[in-house]
């Protein structure tokens, strides 16, 4: 697996730093609406479980190095505020890289955006770095994922996996 290491990337509005322990009470808040969940299962997590997340993160790679485990907090740059995180899974096959990317923003900060804004930024950064496929794994009926996918020029699939259906880069 061709290691990439997840850097801080600045948009007009927000910067997405490399998850770390120090993001855990931010992010704890930003996550603790129970709403979050209806689509994409679980339950608000704790500090002291994201705290240990987000640890196991710092590597970038999943346990047995096959993947690259890329995640990013999503901070507000007018408030400085947490609002959510982006994240890619980067994997090779065939001779290309590939990444499927996911969005969660919470709930005061839904509506501006921000997750068209992130998901927008870690897809250039990405294709900066050589992935040359990108999809995101969504929930059918999840609109509001799903515009955010159309907006980054992103088309429904057939293919479903665990209740959710692949959306692909539209390159065409």
Do not use: C
């Not at 801080?8 to 129970?34: F, K, Y």
């Not at 987000?54 to 505020?81: C, F, H, K, M, V």
């Not at 897809?123 to 509001?144: E, F, K, M, Y």
Request: overall charge negative.
């Amino acid at each position: 697996m061709h290691h990439l290491s997840p850097g801080r990337i600045h948009t007009s509005r927000l910067t997405l730093e490399p998850v770390s322990p120090e993001h855990a009470t931010g992010m704890a808040s930003a996550l603790s609406d129970p709403e979050l969940y209806a689509f994409i299962g679980g339950e608000p997590p704790s500090r002291d479980d994201l705290e240990d997340r987000y640890r196991r993160l710092e590597s970038a790679l999943s346990p047995d190095r096959t993947e690259g485990w890329l995640n990013w907090a999503i901070r507000a740059t007018d408030d400085g505020q947490l609002a959510g995180y982006v994240q890619a899974t980067v994997r090779e096959r065939s001779g290309v890289l590939e990444a499927d990317v996911a969005w969660v923003i919470g709930k005061d900060w839904q509506g501006r955006r921000y997750a068209t804004e992130a998901a927008d930024a870690i897809a250039a950064w990405l294709q900066a770095r050589g992935v040359g496929r990108l999809s995101a794994w969504i929930r059918p009926g999840h609109a509001a994922s799903e515009a955010v996918a159309r907006r980054l020029h992103m088309i429904p699939t057939s293919e479903m996996a665990d209740g959710e259906m692949r959306w692909v880069l539209n390159s065409g």
